[in-house]
């Protein structure tokens, strides 16, 4: 599963730390739920490539937060998007980055986190839809367990033809030459709005989008993502689309979704229609 360990899109307060007791308490259910791996997702604001110093201050103490509350929750993976250069070259993107991550983690111990970079879909400034710029942040970090998170949406606007078993596997053979496929520990299976190339960040549901049915079947089954974690960030435009993306993805590769998943969403959905939802 994937989460939030704080609001994603407004700056934290103070420390903005979880108390030990409820660490425990989350980490205690989640053995008890047999549940993971657990990813947590990072804040949107931050951008450990800001050339504007006190943004860039501001997005290192975010992300050092970020990692503690992981550590904290025994997370396996932190996945963060690199950052956006506002007008820096990629080189000095990129050397901000990774400098951003190693003070970032500075005087933490991290234990099992793994903190990856996500793929991105090349949208304005940002950093990481090209390969090369994952490679070299990874590269000038080697004192920090650093991998990869592959977003199949971005990894579509960015230009690769999944959609299609030739590109797929080009795809993979990319990522394979640039950063080694061993290091990539995440996928976010999201369906694309947005058209091949077109560098846009719009998620769809499973199979409504560019990169279509059949290809998620062959992304799911392919044996050099066999050991991934598979996270959804598809929209929910009505009651229950996240329930159906997932049972489709379970369907897709070619298994029952658990009957104990099946029970819970049937649970929560009869108690939804006994309580008045507020909507803001």
Request: glycine letters at 10%; one cysteine or more; proline letters at 4%.
């Amino acid at each position: 599963m994937q989460i939030f360990s704080s609001s994603p899109r407004m700056w934290g307060s103070g420390t903005a730390r979880i108390a030990d007791v409820e660490a425990a308490r989350f980490r205690e259910r989640r053995r008890e739920l047999k549940l993971g791996p657990l990813v947590i997702h990072a804040n949107y604001l931050i951008n450990l490539a800001s050339p504007n110093p006190v943004l860039r201050a501001r997005s290192i103490q975010a992300f050092h937060q970020e990692i503690v509350r992981a550590v904290a929750l025994g997370a396996d993976f932190l996945v963060i998007h690199p950052g956006a250069g506002m007008g820096a070259s990629a080189e000095s993107a990129v050397a901000a980055i990774a400098q951003s991550l190693r003070q970032a983690a500075r005087g933490v111990k991290l234990g099992d986190l793994r903190i990856l970079l996500e793929n991105t879909a090349g949208q304005g400034s940002s950093v990481g839809s090209r390969l090369e710029e994952l490679k070299a942040i990874l590269d000038a970090c080697p004192d920090l367990p650093l991998g990869v998170c592959i977003d199949t949406a971005h990894t579509f606007a960015a230009g690769w033809s999944i959609h299609t078993a030739e590109g797929l596997s080009a795809a993979l053979s990319d990522v394979e030459g640039m950063v080694g496929l061993d290091r990539v520990h995440v996928v976010h299976v999201n369906d694309s709005k947005a058209a091949l190339g077109s560098r846009v960040d719009r998620h769809q549901h499973i199979g409504k989008g560019g990169i279509g049915l059949k290809a998620f079947g062959r992304i799911l089954n392919h044996p050099a993502l066999a050991r991934c974690a598979f996270i959804l960030e598809t929209p929910i435009d009505k009651p229950g689309d996240d329930r159906r993306n997932v049972a489709l993805l379970w369907k897709l590769a070619g298994r029952m979704m658990p009957r104990r998943a099946r029970i819970r969403s049937s649970g929560a959905k009869a108690l939804r229609g006994k309580q008045k939802v507020r909507r803001g």
